[in-house]
C-alpha cells in the first residue's frame, strides 16, 4: 500500500521529527483523527469526521465494485458507471449534478480500479445536504433514468477515454499488456479497469442494469462525511436521504485468487515511440499484507526519485537510460512489483534488463544503507502528508479503512508499519519476491525490434 492521500499538523510533526534523526517509540506522534461511526439499517455504514478549520465538507462514497468483480467478457462495467453515475437520477436531471455541485461553488469526481469506486464532492458545508442528496438519489434511484441513449452516449465516451489514455498515447498498452502477461484469463486482474473495446461494445442495457443492481447498494457502500459538520446532524440527515433505499442481493465475498509465474514470460510490442522502454514485474504481496510496506521502501531505494540506485545509475553514471521508475502496486487479490526503464538513443534493452537484475541482486545479498532507509521512509511520511491536506484526502483515506479492514481509524497503524522496517526487511523480500519468474516486457520503435531485451542473468 502507499499512502496517497491524516491530521496536517500532527503528520508534518511527525515527518519534521524523523527527518531530524528519528525518534524513539515513546516519542513517535501518534495522529489523531477522531471518527463517529453507525451504519443504517440497510446495511450503509456511516463515518464522521469533525473539522471545523473551515466551512467545508467532503463527502466521499465507496462501493466496494471495481474491475475485479467484473466477469470475463464483460470488462469494463465499473468504470462504465464511475460515468453512468453522473449522468442523471430519477430526481436528478440529466448531467444536473456537476452543475449543482459546481453552482454551489463545490466539486466532484469520482474514480475507478480493480477493487472499489469512489464518488466524492466537496462544497460549503452549507451544502451538506445538498451532497448527501445527490449521492442517495444516485444510489437509490439510478435505474429509472438510465435508457440506451445514455448507455450509447457515455460508452462512446469511455471508448474515447480508451483511445487517448492507452491505444493512443505512447507506451500506453504497456500496462494494459503487463496485466494479461502477469495473470491468467481467469483472473480478474487480467482485463484492465477500463475494460476492452469489444465487451463495451456488446454490453446491452440489461446488462449493465443487473451490473448495478448486483453491486451499488447501501450494504455494499461506504459513506464517509469529513469537515464542518456535526455527527448528530450528519446521522439525522443520512437516516433520511439513503435510510429507505433497500439492501442489495447476497454477495458470497469474493476468495482470494493469489497468483504465480512458472516461468519468466517475455513479449515485445512495437509502437510509435522514438526510445526504447522495459517494463519488468514480479507477483509480490497483496494489500496489508506485512510484506506490503517492505515492498515499497524497496521500489522507492531502487527507482524513485533521482537518488534512487536505479537511477544514479543508469541516468547519472553510465547515462545509459532517459528515465527510470519502480513501484509497489497492491490491490486486495494480488500484488506486483514493477520497475521502468526507459534506454536512451544508442543502448538496449538488454543492457537496462542486465543492470536491473545486478542491483536487485546486490539489494538481496547487501541490503539497502541506514540512510537510504532513512530517506524511504522520510519520502513515504512526506507523501503521505501531502496526500491527506484536504477533508477530501482524510475522507478517501478512511473509506479505504472502512472498505478494506472494516476500521476507521488505522492512520497510527499503517504509519507504524513503515516506521518498523529494518534493513534486512528490504534484503529479505528482494530475495523472496524478486528471484522468482518475472515479466519482461520490450516496447520498441517500430521496425525496431532488435532493441528490445534478449533475456539476461545477473
Known sequence: MRWFRIPFAALVAAAALARAGGTS??????????????????????????????????????????????????????????HMLFQGSKNVADDQHFSIVQDAGGTANGTTNADRTNYFEMVPSNYLETALWLEADRMGFLLPSLNQEKLDNQRDVVKNERRQRYENAPYGMGFVRLGEMLFPASHPYHWP??????????????????????????????????????????????????GD???????????????SLAADQRDVMEDQVTLPQIMMAWHSAPLWHKDDPVLDILSSILGQGKASRLYERLVYKEQAAQTVSSFQFTREQAG??????????GHTLSEMERAILEEITRMAKEGPTERELTQAKNSIEAAAVRAVETLLGKADRINSYMTYRGRPDLFNE?????????????????????????????????????????????
Not at 193 to 198: L, P, Q, R, S
Not at 336 to 343: D, K, L, M
Not at 451 to 457: C, D, E, P
Request: glycine fraction near 6%; aromatic fraction near 8%; proline fraction near 8%.
Open 245 to 259: 433505499i433497500p439492501k442489495g442481493p447476497a454477495r458470497p465475498p469474493l476468495p482470494r485468487t493469489p497468483a
Open 414 to 458: 499503517e504509519l507504524q508499519n513503515y516506521r518498523n522496517v529494518t534493513v534486512q526487511d528490504v534484503r529479505r523480500v528482494a530475495e523472496a519476491y524478486l528471484s522468482k519468474p518475472r515479466v519482461v516486457l520490450s516496447i520498441v520503435p517500430k521496425g525496431k525490434r532488435e532493441l528490445a531485451a534478449a533475456g539476461a542473468t545477473p
Open 336 to 345: 506486483t512489483f514493477h520497475i521502468t526503464v526507459q534506454a536512451r538513443e
Open 193 to 242: 479497469t477500463i475494460g476492452y473495446m469489444e465487451d463495451l461494445s456488446a454490453a446491452s442495457l440489461d446488462d449493465v442494469k443487473g451490473f448495478f443492481s448486483q453491486w451499488y447498494s447501501p450494504d455494499n457502500a461506504c459513506l464517509v462525511v469529513a469537515g464542518d459538520v456535526k455527527p448528530s446532524e450528519v446521522k439525522r440527515l443520512a437516516t433520511r436521504y439513503f
Open 25 to 82: 517509540a515513546a516519542e513517535t506522534p501518534m495522529l489523531n483523527v477522531p471518527v463517529e461511526t453507525f451504519t443504517l439499517k440497510n446495511g450503509l455504514r456511516v463515518v464522521v469526521h469533525e473539522d471545523h478549520t473551515a466551512p467545508l465538507v467532503a463527502v466521499n462514497v465507496w462501493y466496494h465494485v471495481g474491475s475485479g468483480r467484473e466477469v470475463k467478457g464483460r470488462s469494463g462495467f465499473a468504470h462504465l458507471f464511475e
